[in-house]
């Protein structure tokens, strides 16, 4: 037998049992349903239902084209309008039913509003639109109302947009597109609402826009999803939006039915077709879920479609005269699943449809059941009666009374029909009753499909090992007949080899030896090259060792690096991290003080006074922040240069006790802290004088006294200073009683944005830049700087300078010192050229006290202009950056015009090379801003006589 026939019998078989394998997964699943009807002839008012719902208390509710009915398992009771009464249902176009969370029935009318429902008086309460109230309903066209995962209750109008119920004011927030072109939710003709997991509201609308609500922002975001195969848009009406246990999104509406993967960003569209992976019909009225991957499509004229999204099919369900058990009609306007599972159906014209898609598949191992069952009736549940077949085992009819459970044991396999029906205490039947289809599954080994797998593959194996054995053996009858032929042949070939082999041989023989002599030869010039190579290699060894003790010291050298840079790194983050908060927190306190200072309920001048220290502590604090940073950026940049001048020793001292006044007079109106100040240098010290930067002495001197005061609550500071004869230096020291440093941060305390600090109750503010600072100006003045330090005891920082006396005689500072006093100005005229309204109204308010006249100009042009009209001024303050013309050029035109007055620049530049270029521009001097009043008064205090 050949071998492509084999392969083909192969293939036969595996089909045909593919084949019987799929047709039984098929059958699998199948769903089959069988549908019980209620209508006209069972007590409803009207076969058209719009919307349906169980309430609470176990009632079912439909809507329908005449009035609200309430069923209770025997009877209907229906509640229409009545224009007599007006506490009746406002309409008998009942389009939407719903309880919220709170028990309260809530029912949309078609074109009256909204009503809701009191139970216990059976009295409807009207919502409905009135022009004249801003809280009413936006629309009396109710297509939907919806209670989400916040249980807020929105109302869904088809041409007022959305309104939120607020419980508190009984009224109506509402949701359209406003008149600028700006939505809210994008449209106001809404039909159709959904929430998915995420919380956002999906809103579809009869204009065909889709739209995203999100409740936290109350905005909408319309997306335009759906367009054909040319790729136009094709803005269906959504006639209902339905999220599945998996978060998809199902959009139901006239142009068929479209699906959304919000994780995946898939889109799919299901349209009208000819086949299974069809609708047959595009009007998708409602969707809803059966089970996992099992949906349920209401359409409008095509009955209710079935779709399987495992394997990608739609199965359907149709009216049809033949049997009963199918829908009364094609035209499916509503679903409805009860919270018992029960699937209920509404009809144009047709009624309810109700199934139960709960049907009981059991295995051949549980044969013996047991069943309960109830009836709907509350007024008196015990008079109950009961009557159940099983299609199948019983033939009539059995009536059992009041019990309601019955018990089969040892059941065939096979198809059951439970059927049970009730009476109420009446002695009412209800003959439709309910029933419950189970199925009873046979062994495994019993079911046809395993008997026809079986025997196909018996067959199968069978055909197989026949034409395996035939086949092997006629291969193996060939296999022989050519090994004959081949070995014949073979035996031939050898002995005419073998004759010339032997010839070969002589020849071969004497060759060798030829090329033994050559090889001999060889072999000693390769033992000379190997004696080299072997030299080489012990060459190449020490090369390779001082090469890796290269490689692991620039790897060591490398990781070091590394290690600071990422050091480095984490250091300027906590910078950038603290700076937000330094800066924050005396920004707080301006803000919030300045409001209390200004306030009308403070008429304590005391505690004004206080407020307005604390604004003015806060300022000097934001205002050092600043000034250390630009202190470590001239310094790192190499931008920084030592103004090196004679210093008298006793005017540091005295100016560093001013400062340490200053500073604790901050203290005590802030912090109620009171620390004496202790000057420990010998007397002949103080009247050295040195050659030195003075300026930057008195910085570190500050630095060290301010970080002494931060961690030091009571005992004192103390300042030192005395000769190092053998090294020709001058050591001073800044002692404190505070609370110490530790050993381990000893060793990093200089290093740049560090903070040491004890414990989170004892946090400092400052940078992490002033002993950085003050580190980097002593090496620059050519000393050092170190300390000691014990825990809770205290802390002495030292640093030294090079003593460069000077024998000069030098006369004393012609400054004047006001000492907080007020000089007196009345008889000057002071131009203040300023274009910010709050700067000239501070520095104004400053000079009214000095009983100065006052001149204001808000830009250069307007300077020129008072100048050239009012010669009897006597000195300009003048801002730099104003508007038409700056400070600099308006200083440049009053040189031209030769007229001499004093002009001093108010800056907000600090750093000194843009100080000294505003000195060179022609300014006689300048002030930095924030302005501080005794920096002013001493500023024109050099200009103008004050008495």
């Known amino acids: 037998m050949k071998k492509g026939l084999l392969k083909k019998h192969l293939y036969i078989c595996c089909i045909l049992t593919l084949i019987f394998i799929i047709i039984n997964s098929g059958f699998a699943q199948d769903v089959d349903f069988f549908f019980k009807h209620l209508n006209i002839e069972d007590g409803m008012s009207n076969n058209t239902v719009l919307s349906i719902l169980q309430d609470k208390m176990g009632f079912m509710l439909f809507g329908t084209y005449d009035g609200l009915n309430k069923y209770d398992g025997a009877g209907f009771t229906a509640y229409q309008y009545s224009p007599d009464d007006p506490n009746s249902i406002s309409s008998n176009q009942i389009s939407a039913i719903f309880e919220d969370s709170y028990g309260v029935l809530w029912i949309g009318n078609v074109h009256d509003g909204l009503n809701r429902f009191d139970r216990e008086k059976e009295i409807f309460v009207l919502y409905d639109h009135n022009p004249g109230s801003k809280g009413s309903l936006s629309n009396n066209n109710v297509s939907t109302i919806f209670e989400d995962s916040r249980k807020d209750l929105w109302i869904v109008t088809a041409h ?83 999220i599945d246990s998996d978060n998809n999104i199902w959009f139901g509406t006239e142009k068929g039915l479209y699906f959304y993967d919000q994780v995946k960003d898939l889109f799919q569209h299901f349209q009208e077709g ?32 079935v779709y399987n999204k495992q394997t990608g099919t739609f199965t359907y369900h149709m009216y049809s005269e033949i049997h009963e058990s199918t829908l009364s009609n094609d035209q499916v306007i509503h679903l409805y699943r009860s919270p018992d599972g029960i699937i209920c159906i509404g009809n144009f014209q047709g009624g309810i449809n109700i199934f139960d898609p709960e049907s009981k598949t059991l295995s051949h191992k549980q044969s013996s059941i047991a069943l309960e069952f109830a009836a709907l009736n509350y007024s008196n549940p015990q008079k109950n009666q009961y009557a159940y077949k099983l299609e199948g085992v019983d033939s009539e009819w059995n009536y059992i009374g009041n019990r309601h459970s019955v018990n089969y044991t040892n059941l065939y396999p096979g198809n059951y029909v439970f059927m049970v029906k009730g009476s109420n205490n009446d002695g009412v039947w209800n003959e439709d009753g309910a029933s419950l289809r189970i199925t009873i599954l046979p062994s495994w080994w019993k079911t046809w499909w395993f008997n026809s797998i079986f025997y196909i593959l018996v067959t199968g194996l069978i055909v197989f090992l026949y034409l395996f054995v035939t086949a092997f053996q006629r291969r193996q009858q060939k296999k022989l007949l050519i090994l004959v032929k081949e070995r014949t042949c073979q035996l031939e070939e050898a002995a005419n080899i073998l004759e010339k082999q032997q010839e070969e041989i002589k020849l071969q023989n004497e060759r060798l030896r030829a090329q033994r002599d050559k090889l001999e030869n060889a072999n000693r010039i ?57 800066i924050r927190t005396p920004l707080n306190a301006i803000l919030g003080f300045s409001t209390l200072i200004t306030a009308k309920k403070i008429k304590d001048d005391i505690k004004r006074e206080k407020y307005n220290a604390i604004i003015q502590n806060s300022c000097n604090n934001l205002l050092n922040l600043i ?38 007079l901050r203290q005590e109106t802030v912090q109620n802290k009171k620390i004496p100040l202790k000057i420990n240098i010998d007397k002949t010290i103080l009247k050295t004088r040195i050659i030195t930067d003075k300026l930057r002495l008195e910085q570190i001197l500050t630095n060290l ?82 300390l000691t330090s014990k825990t809770g005891e205290g802390s002495i920082f030292y640093f030294t300078i090079p003593l460069i006396k000077s024998h000069s005689v030098s006369h004393p500072d012609r400054t004047i010192l006001y000492n907080n006093k007020v000089p007196e100005f009345q008889n000057y005229r002071i131009l203040i050229a300023e274009d910010d309204d709050s700067n000239y109204i501070y520095i104004r308010q400053l000079l009214r006290s000095t009983h100065a006249k006052i001149i204001h100009a808000v830009n250069g042009r307007e300077v020129i202009k008072i100048i050239k009209n009012r010669p009897e001024i006597h000195l300009i303050l003048m801002d730099i950056r104003m508007p038409e013309m700056n400070g600099i050029k308006t200083l440049h035109e009053i040189r031209k015009l030769n007229i001499k007055i004093p002009v001093i620049a108010q800056t907000a530049y600090s750093l000194e090379d843009e100080v000294d270029n505003l000195i060179k ?13 005794e920096h002013l008064y001493k500023i024109l205090g050099k200009y103008l006589d004050g008495n």
């Open 160 to 242: 007022g947009g959305l309104n939120l119920y607020d419980l508190e004011t009984d009224s109506f927030i509402h949701f359209y597109p406003d008149s600028h072109g700006k939505t809210d939710i994008g449209s106001k003709h809404i039909t159709s609402i959904a929430e998915d997991q995420n919380g956002f509201l999906w809103l579809g609308s009869s204009v065909g826009k889709l739209i995203r609500f999100d409740v936290k922002t109350n905005q909408g975001v319309c997306f335009d999803l759906f367009s054909d195969d040319h790729g136009d848009l094709l803005n269906p009406i959504y006639h209902k939006i339905y």
């Open 274 to 305: 000819n086949t299974s992976k069809h609708l047959n019909e595009n009007l998708v009225a409602d969707v809803i879920e059966l089970q996992k991957d099992l949906f349920l499509i209401a359409t409008g004229h095509g009955g209710l479609n």
């Open 526 to 582: 390769l033992l000379e090259q190997k004696q080299q190579i072997l030299d080489q290699n012990k060459e190449l060894d020490k090369h390779r060792n001082r090469l890796e003790l290269l490689v692991e010291e620039r790897t060591t050298e490398l990781i070091s690096a590394k290690e600071k840079v990422e050091e480095s790194d984490r250091l300027k983050s906590s910078f950038l991290a603290n700076m937000s908060h330094e």
């Open 627 to 664: 000034n250390d940073i630009l202190e470590i950026s001239k310094i790192e940049s190499g931008q920084l240069e030592l103004n090196v001048n004679e210093v008298l020793l006793n005017d540091v001292i005295n100016d560093m006790i001013g400062v340490f006044n200053l500073i604790m």
């Open 705 to 786: 006294i301010s970080n002494a005061i931060k961690f030091t609550c009571q005992g004192y500071i103390e300042i030192g200073c005395m000769i190092l004869q053998d090294k020709n230096m001058l050591q001073f020291h800044v002692k404190d009683t505070g609370i110490g440093i530790k050993k381990m941060d000893q060793e990093y305390i200089f290093e740049r944005f560090r903070k040491v600090e004890q414990d989170e109750s004892q946090m400092q503010k400052g940078t992490g830049l002033g002993l950085t600072i003050s580190k980097q100006l002593v090496q620059m003045l050519g000393g050092s700087i170190f």
């Open 921 to 933: 521009e022609g300014f006689d001097d300048y002030i930095s801003k924030p302005i501080q009043s």
